[in-house]
């Protein structure tokens, strides 16, 4: 299945952080930390090598997209898939082992340093 982005997302109390990249490669990648009354914001950008869009691809398109959005605590790791038309699906990392393998190569990628 075609997406138009694909997001990881860290979710916690004490931090909060993402990675995505987009169908032509574009990586994105943030954090927000320090404390309530400090808290800093970093981003950066890069590209996804084709090698990693390829496999990307590919396991978006085995994504069981029937099951919808899983349940996921508030400290969790989640990834979503926005299709085109704008259809988001979440899914905790844990649940689905591509989803696992998603998280897995988008936390590799070298954005948001975290």
């Given amino acids: 299945m075609e997406f138009v982005e694909v997001c990881i997302l860290l979710a916690g109390s004490s931090s909060k ?3 995505s990249v987009t169908r032509d490669g574009l990586l994105r990648g943030g954090h927000l930390s320090g404390v309530p009354d400090a808290q800093r ?3 950066d950008r890069g590209w996804m090598a084709a090698d990693d869009m390829a496999t990307l691809a590919g396991l978006v398109a085995t994504l069981p997209y029937a099951q919808d959005s899983h349940s996921a605590s508030d400290e969790a790791r989640l990834v979503e898939i926005v299709l085109p038309g704008g259809k ?3 899914i905790a990392a844990d649940v689905i082992p591509t989803a696992h393998a998603i998280w897995e190569l988008l936390y590799r990628q070298p954005v948001g340093a975290w």
Avoid: T
Wanted: glycine share 0%; net charge positive; aromatic share 34%.
């Fill in 17 to 19: 952080a993402y990675k």
């Fill in 41 to 43: 914001v970093f981003e």
């Fill in 88 to 90: 988001r699906y979440r």
